[in-house]
């Protein structure tokens, strides 16, 4: 998130107007605001979505099951299901 920093933002428009390519960079900064925000959806479906593994784990009786997502935006999911007798 570290490029939606206000000075790196007020940097990108500053060269942009020096070098005439303010085009690009509103592109670019319209671009990191959405991906801010898909990653913000994903994150919502996430939590919604451990819940539901938190329901099913006092159900199944599993432990340590989650589903989390990275810096790199992949989510992934660690844990073991346990066994139903």
């Known amino acids: 998130m ?3 920093n206000p000075k790196t933002i ?7 107007l020096v070098t005439g390519s303010f085009g690009f960079v509103s592109k ?4 990191s605001i959405t991906k801010v925000n898909k990653i913000g959806d994903l994150e919502s479906k996430i ?7 938190e329901q099913l784990n006092k159900k199944l009786g ?6 989390e997502i990275n810096e790199n935006e992949i989510f992934y999911i660690k844990g073991k ?4 007798n």
């Open 62 to 67: 599993s432990t340590d099951f989650k589903v």
């Open 81 to 84: 299901l346990g066994v139903v």
């Open 2 to 4: 570290d490029n939606l």
């Open 28 to 31: 670019y900064i319209i671009d």
């Open 47 to 53: 939590e919604k979505l451990n819940e539901n593994i």
């Open 10 to 16: 007020i940097f990108f428009i500053a060269i942009s």
